[in-house]
């Protein structure tokens, strides 16, 4: 019988039928409850497919996407690049079926190593904070910008400039901060209300591009192909627009982050992120068909300054493309909050383990809200922070912001990498891929490695000043202060998450 438990599909079946409470499960991590379990398995949900958002990710980069494949590459390369991150999404959600904890990829990645604990946790928890940060900060800016199209619409007097954007891109983010001060419950409540505003914006967005405009494309020109990069080669181009997808694509490590305020985590949290991405990807093919099929002048909306509100304008009149630009304002605001409290949640937990310089202070959690509102305002500094030198160039804000996707991404693969590299002996938590994990995990890493390489090739030809790529000149930064900083000083204080004591005495730290 011992022999029989000690295989994987054994300990699977076992862990299928061990039930713990939440409370129990995070006491057996080392972590007293100081955060409330107000997140129903919708809620988890919720915060990630708001946070994917796919609304904001598409008329944000879908005029990238013209110039760099066309159609072909928008509409076959979302299919394929969609069922690559739901492969990441599912590595992922095993691991955080087995570790439900706020701190996430960090904390997992600190417990799945075989050596140096530390150091895989301190990278991991570095890169995820920075491309959490400049997730928030882009977004808001993206908002910003997006606002400022509706006005100049609706006040063709109105000229946007780079002050304007980072006045209003503060607004924001100042906005979702004291949002996210307030009880979980409010949080929770705007999420629910994120699903349902992306879903029927989605249905009235797709409805008005099917009914109103007096033509439509061709069922062939999904397969048109166009490579404006300035590059000659058509395959790299069309490789350059597999990113739409995958700026798409990303923060739905939100319901990991949120595991601690979420009732029966080991399953909904896991059950939050494959959801979220297998809807987002259904929902985003509609609207990416629908936006395709409603080109006009290709040239035209190509060129504008918001190709999809272009198209909008083309199809529907003005005053309609106001209207449902509105509609994707409001998606935008919605994904920045959501950004936010995730960040926030990871910037507790990696300050309850000491990996941030005034630990104690920003993991300290209010007793009457129950939030870390220290770390909200932490977060919020922060994301103003990377705002602030689009006051001067939006190149340097783009630069700064670049690292957003590569650092998120990378984050994903190191603890599915050493999930992986653990083999047998990893102890899978009640939701888990069983026999499937193994081919799934390698599938996820070598997407990533893949994707990442793309995100820091040059985007644009000729390649100048403000046409180049500087992912990886701001990666390289991110991760040199990171090991500075840990052979310095943190590979002495540092050695990984922490653990509080046994479990009845973390359970005696408990907030009541």
């Not at 109103?212 to 790299?236: C, I, K, R, W």
């Not at 936010?340 to 300050?351: K, Y």
Request: aromatic share 12%.
């Amino acid at each position: 019988m011992s022999e029989r438990m000690s295989t994987p599909r054994a300990r699977a079946r076992a862990a299928d039928a061990v039930v713990l409470d939440d409370d129990a499960t995070l006491h057996a991590m080392g972590y007293p409850r100081k955060l409330t379990r107000r997140f129903k398995a919708f809620d988890n949900f919720a915060i990630s497919f708001t946070i994917i958002n796919i609304l904001s990710g598409i008329f944000s980069s879908f005029g990238f996407g013209m110039n760099a494949g066309g159609p072909r590459i928008l509409v076959f390369g979302w299919i394929g690049v969609s069922v690559m991150v739901l492969l990441i999404g599912a590595a992922m959600a095993e691991v955080a079926s087995a570790y439900p904890t706020s701190g996430a990829l960090y904390f997992s990645a600190g417990k799945l190593a075989k050596r140096h604990k530390g150091a895989w946790s301190w990278f991991t928890g570095w890169l995820n904070f920075v491309g959490q940060i400049g997730g928030t900060a882009a977004t808001g800016y993206a908002a910003a910008t997006f606002i400022q199209v509706f006005v100049e619409l609706q006040w063709p007097s109105y000229h946007p400039t780079a002050h304007q954007t980072v006045l209003i891109t503060a607004l924001i983010i100042v906005l979702q901060g004291l949002a996210n001060t307030f009880t979980v419950q409010l949080v929770a409540l705007l999420n629910r209300i994120s699903v349902w505003w992306l879903l029927i914006g989605l249905v009235v967005i797709v409805g008005a591009l099917i009914v109103m405009p007096d033509h439509h494309q061709s069922a062939s020109f999904v397969t048109h192909f166009e490579n404006n990069t300035g590059f000659t080669s058509g395959l790299y181009g069309g490789m350059l627009g597999l990113l739409v997808t995958s700026w798409t694509f990303t923060g739905f490590d939100g319901s990991f982050h949120m595991s601690e305020e979420t009732v029966q985590a080991t399953v909904s949290a896991p059950k939050g992120i494959t959801r979220a991405i297998g809807c987002s990807a259904i929902a985003g093919l509609v609207l990416m068909l629908a936006l395709v099929y409603s080109i006009g002048d290709y040239a035209k909306v190509a060129g504008a300054a918001a190709p999809p509100i272009q198209i909008l304008i083309d199809g529907l009149g003005l005053r309609t493309a106001k209207v449902l630009l509105l509609i994707v304002i409001g998606a935008m605001l919605f994904c920045g909050l959501a950004n936010l409290t995730s960040n926030t949640r990871q910037i507790f937990a990696f300050s309850r383990d000491g990996a941030m310089p005034g630990s104690r202070w920003w993991h300290s959690v209010s007793l009457r809200t129950r939030t870390p509102v220290k770390a909200v305002w932490l977060a919020v500094g922060c994301s103003l922070a990377l705002v602030v030198p689009g006051w001067w160039s939006h190149t340097a804000f783009t630069a700064i912001v670049s690292v957003n996707v590569v650092g998120l991404f990378l984050a994903y693969a190191v603890p599915i990498f050493l999930r992986l590299r653990l083999g047998d002996s990893f102890q899978p938590g009640p939701w888990h891929l069983g026999r499937w994990g193994r081919p799934i995990g390698w599938l996820a890493v070598v997407w990533i490695l893949l994707s990442s390489v793309l995100f820091m090739l040059p985007q644009a030809s000729p390649i100048t000043v403000d046409s180049f790529n500087y992912a990886p000149i701001a990666l390289a930064i991110v991760l040199l202060i990171a090991t500075v900083w840990w052979f310095a000083t943190a590979r002495r204080r540092f050695q990984g998450p922490v653990s509080y004591g046994r479990p009845d005495e973390v359970a005696a730290m408990d907030l009541v």
